[in-house]
């Protein structure tokens, strides 16, 4: 199915676990080190680097990028390491996370309470996922490097519904 | 006396760490052809032909395979009428590794503290280094970079000798449930059985990074390894934990001499890019 972002409740709604999903419009890097920041900046109450409002976080620390390359390697990163943070960001707007792996049971309840949604895509394709980002750009925390955060562009990006708006899970 | 310049060492894992990053090793690359071909659930063979695809642009664009570039690990085994010459083995050894990762524009995953400061070194370094002294007058570099998506799913515990092989078994196939999606699965596995608690784990490691066209030279070793792999693969884990028959690619195990009173296990999780080559140095 293919999924013009941003991602609404709505949308979100009509979605199941293991439906196959390509992705295009805009999404955010973040990964343990920007999560950690993020949330120091809500508690502070400062203004975010991105919208979260309908916003679709993708799991990466991606490789550094080559001269003339848009983006190194950039498959999904394990999204437990993230589930501290989840429920804050589901709650805060956020329709959407993308990575690999299994969540915890809050992050489940999160994502109903939210109508939102947790994806999947294939973890260790980083190669094959980087062809679907056509734009990238820094947009916070430079110097955490593979860790800032980054704005891309995506066409069809590959993407599976793990958990969907009603807490079903595809590993389940 | 035979002389070999670290220098040599040096340039060998600058080479050795690119190589492994673009490109699989074969023995992993066959495993998951094989895979792709027998495997019967939809899903599971989409995702096994997407790797294919993954693993042909990341050979034909010079993009790494996976983001995570990993731990660099390099088992080196000595003979002992090596001289080695030109400086520092282990300086050289970092350097090698440092100007790999720069050179391949791999991803710098190491940090300088574990707990208080965790701050990125910037060029992957320090590595992990185990030698050993051989027989012999040659060098054995075996090189792997490990990912911690897999890593972090790995176990050790310290059965009773009467847990036996049952014991063995249920830490194993527990430790492969356990890890699931979380360790991109199709997974390779390594055990590490005997030693003391810490040798279990380098044997587990030891045992990832060997060439998965082989068996444990003793049978009885060999034959659990076949078991482990039939159970393992009927945990319908699957690609990527979405189900299906390929769950593990290769078990491996390396086993060592114990005292009378343990048995520790460790369970290495590795993902579908084992990372691993190794190479002689005369
Ligand atoms: S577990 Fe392996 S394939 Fe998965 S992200 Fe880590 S290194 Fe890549």
Do not use: W
Not at chain 1, 148 to 169: L, N
Not at chain 2, 158 to 184: D, F, R, Y
Not at chain 2, 214 to 221: A, G, H, K, V
Request: aromatic share 6%.
């Amino acid at each position: 199915m293919k999924i013009t972002l941003p991602l609404t409740k709505e949308t979100c709604m009509k979605l199941h676990a293991g439906d196959s999903l390509q992705l295009s419009g805009v999404i955010y890097t973040a990964r343990d080190a920007a999560h950690k920041r993020l949330a120091e900046m809500i508690e502070k109450k400062e203004k975010l680097p991105f919208d979260l409002e309908n916003s679709c976080i993708y799991y990466v620390g991606p490789t550094p990028t080559p001269p003339n390359a848009i983006v190194g390697s950039a498959g999904p990163t394990t999204s437990m390491r993230m589930d501290a943070y989840a429920p804050l960001l589901y709650d805060l707007g956020v329709s959407a996370t993308i990575g690999k792996g299994y969540r915890t049971p809050q992050v489940k309840e999160a994502i109903i309470r939210n109508h939102a949604c947790y994806l999947i895509c294939i973890g260790g394709a980083g190669a094959l996922l980087s062809q679907s980002i056509k734009k990238a750009e820094c947009i916070a925390f430079e110097d955490l490097k593979a860790e800032a955060i980054y704005r891309y562009e995506v066409e069809d990006f590959p993407c599976v519904v793990a958990m969907d708006a009603y807490g079903k899970s595809v590993y389940e | 006396m035979k002389q070999i310049s670290v220098l040599k060492i040096q340039d060998k894992i600058r080479e050795m760490v690119q190589q492994i990053n673009f490109h699989y090793p074969k023995d992993i690359e066959d495993l998951l052809e094989k895979a792709r071909q027998n495997e019967s659930h939809s899903l599971g063979k989409e995702i096994l032909d997407l790797l294919k695809e993954n693993s042909r642009i990341a050979a034909e664009k010079r993009i790494p395979i996976c983001q995570d570039t990993g731990m660099v690990i390099v088992f080196i085994e000595i003979g002992q009428q090596v001289q080695l010459v030109d400086g520092s083995l282990n300086e050289a050894i970092q350097k090698g590794v440092a100007l790999g990762y720069e050179e391949g524009y791999l991803r710098k995953s190491i940090v300088s503290d574990p707990l208080f400061h965790r701050i990125n070194t910037q060029d992957n370094t320090p590595c992990i280094i185990y030698p050993s002294i051989v027989d012999g007058e040659q060098i054995k570099l075996t090189v792997g970079c490990k990912g911690f998506g897999s890593e972090n799913m790995s176990v050790i515990r310290m059965l009773k000798p009467a847990q036996s092989v049952a014991g063995v078994k249920e830490t194993v196939l527990q430790a492969i449930q356990n890890a699931g999606p979380n360790a991109c699965p199709p997974m390779v596995v390594g055990v590490g059985i005997g030693g003391s608690f810490d040798y279990a784990a380098v044997l587990a490691k030891k045992a990832t990074l060997r060439d998965c066209t082989l068996s444990n030279p003793d049978p009885e070793y060999a034959q659990l390894e076949q078991e482990l792999l039939e159970e393992a693969n009927r945990l319908n884990i699957g690609p990527q934990g979405l189900g299906g028959d390929t769950s593990v690619l290769k078990i491996n195990i390396e086993s060592a001499p114990t005292h009378i009173a343990g048995l520790p296990v460790a369970v290495n999780i590795s993902c579908h890019i084992t990372r691993h080559i190794s190479e002689v140095i005369e």
